[in-house]
């Protein structure tokens, strides 16, 4: 069973950065499409960068520029680096794996963007 765990949330001021991880095993990242996606308070979850099990990488409007998303390979992890953050990132951010009809969601870390 798939199981994945978010880290490297935080609060920063605008204009900061933050890397998100996302570990996961080296099988997992050859056989899966797997993303990162947020929800804000009051909103819809949102995608923010997606990258699938070939490499095709895809990135929502608001963040292209600012975000990569990358499969690092020591440690195993999907990670995201946000750059130049504005308070409209401030959500909690989810990793998100899947294959075929199964899917599965980490628990979200929390980021916080003050003005």
């Known amino acids: 069973q798939v199981h994945l765990v978010e880290s490297g949330g935080g609060s920063v001021q605008a204009g900061g950065s933050l890397r998100l991880s996302c570990p996961a095993s080296k099988a997992l990242l050859d056989l899966y499409d797997m993303g990162w996606y947020r929800q804000a308070p009051g909103k819809q979850r949102e995608m923010v960068a997606t990258?699938?099990?070939?490499?095709?990488?895809n990135y929502a409007d608001s963040v292209k520029g600012r975000f990569t998303v990358s499969r690092d390979d020591e440690p195993s992890t999907l990670a995201l680096q946000m750059n130049s953050l504005r308070p409209e990132d401030t959500a909690v951010y989810y990793c998100?794996?899947?294959?075929?009809?199964?899917?599965?969601w980490g628990q979200g870390t929390q980021v916080t963007v003050s003005p």
């Open positions: 998100h794996a899947h294959l075929g009809n199964y899917a599965v």
């Open positions: 990258r699938t099990r070939g490499g095709v990488i």
